[in-house]
């Protein structure tokens, strides 16, 4: 983990309320899919806090980030542009863990879960994605996310604009059930999405890792304010997350 | 140049910058990105006698230049805190004061002095939580509780006891001397501020918890008063808590009357700023030819 200064070399809109910021990075860092940094927007203070976001990509001096537009901080992000400056604490977290070989791969993100998962599909170059979504225009980048070597992808939209018309769930439940046992699950994206996704592959007797989320105030482990709760006792989301084995996740209500 | 201080018998610093309870830690995260050898004292997060879950999340908001927290005291306890946290601690040779809360007398008694062994500098009983809704606040809302508190306290350590009291105005400085009476070798001042946040489109509370502490730049204008107002009335040395963020910040509260100061949510923002936090003290000493940092403690002008 280090702290370094970051110029933006792009911060564009893909999609509904949903933009692509391109971070100038020239620390040399390792890194894998499921981690995260912390932004600082401003050196003025307030927006006081950090905010959490996932890493698309890092690498050639770029540090990619998808992030769509939910509250104070990621509006004022969205206003910010080529040449300002923001302060990068991170790579942060736990990624999520390999896949066995040989192992089916089924990736199911939801709405702006989509970049853990995605970079770990690309990462990979294995498997089936299944993206959902309320409706077309709030997808990104589709023709990019089309093209990753190796992957097999599907849609659902709410709408039924693109792709199957209703959620995730009746697409991934084909495909747990037809795989069974001996395959890997990787998701990300709204709680109850994550409940249903992890209980589906749980009844299947598949490992299902899930990207969870939490409110954070530091993003290291020092504030103890992103608890999640499992068979093992409170963890925390920044630290010993943000990927957890679904089997152990106590969801609250 | 001296930065060094004596806050008591046991308690001297390098400089009057430590980390305030509960955004540290035990430590271990903050040691990856810096040499903690460089803090005037260490203060591991609140213990109390056994573990504690704390609250349920969401437990930590943020607030217009702070945040809430609702963390309700999660920690190890102080068994597990002396057996697997100290000894890491103690390697960086710097003073470290444990703070630790209970929720009757006897815990807070029990804690202390199992609190009182070699590598322990300080104590700091937190008696102002205001989170937890069995814990803190009733010891440190009421004159003759927190000075009974802290005479048995006192009788079962050989430690300096620090009071952290809670943010209350008017009172504080009641409290303050009630402190001080029943035998405290110094005082923090002050803890978070009661505070609450509300989402207007579930029109539910944003904390688990309902209601929390703010913390934070936006609590330092209040706190800055809180030392003054104190400084003016007692005796012994008092650590500032409370939205300090700069080395701007801790001149004020020397200014104000405080011997030392501790950063909290700042370093959860910028886990580097202690560093220039001190680093700027430096400077400012410098340009300024003050020789001793002592020379700049209360001497507010009028
Ligand atoms: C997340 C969080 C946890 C805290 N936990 C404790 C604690 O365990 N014990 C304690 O005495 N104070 C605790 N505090 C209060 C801080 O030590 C400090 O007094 C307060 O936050 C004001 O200082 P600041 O504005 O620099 O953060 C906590 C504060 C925060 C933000
Ligand atoms: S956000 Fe502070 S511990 Fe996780």
Redesign the pocket.
């Given at each position: 983990m280090i702290d370094t200064n970051c110029h933006i070399l792009e911060n564009r809109p893909v999609a509904v309320n949903t933009f692509m910021l391109v971070l100038e990075y020239k620390k040399k860092i390792d890194w894998w899919p499921g981690q995260f940094v912390m932004l600082r927007l401003t050196e003025a203070l307030d927006p006081f806090l950090r905010r959490p976001f996932s890493i698309l990509d890092l690498g050639d001096n770029r540090l990619e980030i998808l992030y769509r537009i939910r509250g104070r901080a990621t509006n004022m992000l969205s206003r910010m542009g080529k040449g300002e400056n923001l302060k990068v604490l991170g790579p942060l977290g736990k990624g999520f863990s390999m896949p066995r070989d040989n192992e089916e791969i089924i990736y199911v993100a939801g709405g702006i879960g989509l970049p853990p998962v995605l970079a770990l599909a690309r990462v990979l170059k294995r498997g089936h994605l299944i993206l959902g979504a309320k409706t077309f225009r709030e997808i990104p980048m589709l023709d990019r996310i089309k093209d990753i070597d190796g992957i097999e992808i599907a849609l659902a939209t709410e709408d039924g604009s693109i792709g199957e018309k209703g959620t995730v769930i009746p697409r991934f439940e084909k495909l747990v059930e037809g795989f069974g046992p001996g395959c890997m699950v990787y998701a990300c994206g709204p709680t109850p999405m994550l409940k249903r996704v992890s209980k589906v592959s749980i009844e299947n007797g598949v490992m299902c890792e899930v990207s969870m989320e939490e409110r954070m105030?530091c993003g290291f482990g020092v504030?103890?304010?992103c608890t999640v709760n499992t068979l093992d006792g409170n963890r925390l989301v920044c630290k010993d997350g943000p990927c957890f084995d679904a089997s152990k996740i106590i969801w609250r209500t | 140049m001296d930065l060094s201080l004596n806050i008591a018998d046991g308690l001297m610093l390098n400089n009057p910058v430590m980390n305030?309870?509960?955004?540290f830690a035990y430590g271990r995260e903050f040691s990856e990105i810096f040499d903690l050898s460089i803090m005037g004292a260490l203060i591991p997060?609140?213990l109390s006698l056994g573990p504690r879950q704390g609250n349920p999340a969401p437990r930590?908001v943020e607030a217009p230049c702070?945040?809430i927290?609702s963390?309700g005291?999660e920690?190890i306890g102080v068994d597990a805190f002396l057996k697997r946290e100290l000894p890491f601690l103690k390697g960086f040779k710097v003073p470290i004061i444990a703070?630790f809360?209970g929720e009757s007398f006897e815990e807070y008694i029990e804690c202390a002095s199992r609190l009182t062994v070699d590598g322990i500098n300080a104590l700091?009983m937190?008696v102002?939580?205001p989170n937890v809704k069995s814990g803190g606040l009733e010891f440190g809302r009421d004159k003759k509780v927190l000075s009974d508190l802290v005479r048995m306290v006192k009788d079962k350590t050989t430690k300096p006891i620090i009071v952290?009291l809670p943010p209350i105005g008017g009172d504080i400085v009641e409290l303050a001397l009630a402190a001080q009476k029943a035998g405290a070798d110094a005082l923090?001042c002050?803890?978070?501020f009661p505070a609450m946040a509300i989402d207007e489109e579930t029109w539910k509370p944003t904390l688990a918890n309902y209601v929390g502490?703010l913390?934070?730049?936006a609590?330092?204008p209040i706190?800055l008063r809180f030392v003054w107002d104190i400084h003016t009335k007692v005796d012994i040395p008092i650590i500032a808590?409370?939205?300090?963020?700069s080395y701007r910040d801790v001149i004020q509260f020397l200014l104000a009357g405080a011997s030392a100061v501790?950063?909290?949510?700042?370093s959860?923002r910028d886990p580097l700023c202690f560093k220039e936090i001190i680093e700027g003290l430096r400077a400012y000493m410098a340009l300024h030819h003050i020789e001793s940092i002592n020379d700049i403690v209360g001497k507010l002008r009028s």
């Open positions: 105030g504030c103890h304010g | 305030a309870s509960g955004t997060k609140a930590i702070g945040l927290n963390i005291l920690n703070n809360f700091e937190n102002s939580c952290k923090t002050a803890n978070t502490g913390s934070g730049p609590i330092k706190a808590s409370g939205g300090i963020s501790q950063v909290g949510s700042m959860l």
